[in-house]
């Protein structure tokens, strides 16, 4: 069965980083898309972030601020957020796309704030 293991978020200023982490198991990891997605309180799950063996891709509000990369050895995927701002405060998740399933891990919350 796959796991998706969230991690790294926490409390930070705004224009501070933080890398969040996505450890997987029960899955042929290198071979599946992964992404990351967050949801701000009174707001819908939206798309940050995937990696396929194609590439990535980013939403365009985000690009150039935040990094999705993954280390196939250790079955992780992670973000980088740089400059981070008040409005990137959410639960963040990731998933791992395995056939017609998608898998979701419990979130990590991170909290942008002075």
């Known amino acids: 069965q796959v796991q998706l293991v969230e991690s790294g978020g926490g409390l930070v200023q705004p224009g501070e980083s933080l890398r969040l982490s996505c450890a997987a198991s029960?899955?042929?990891?290198?071979?599946?898309?992964m992404g990351w997605y967050r949801q701000a309180p009174g707001k819908q799950r939206e798309l940050v972030a995937i990696?396929?063996?194609?590439?990535?891709n980013y939403a365009g509000s985000l690009k150039g601020r935040f990094t999705i990369s993954r280390d196939n050895a250790k079955n992780t995927v992670y973000l980088q957020m740089n400059s981070l701002k008040p409005e990137d405060t959410a639960l963040y998740y990731c998933?791992?796309?395995?056939?017609?399933?998608?898998?979701w891990g419990q979130g990590t919350q991170v909290t942008v704030s002075s």
């Open positions: 998933n791992e796309v395995v056939g017609s399933y998608v898998y």
């Open positions: 029960g899955s042929i990891f290198s071979i599946h898309p």
């Open positions: 990696i396929t063996s194609s590439g990535t």
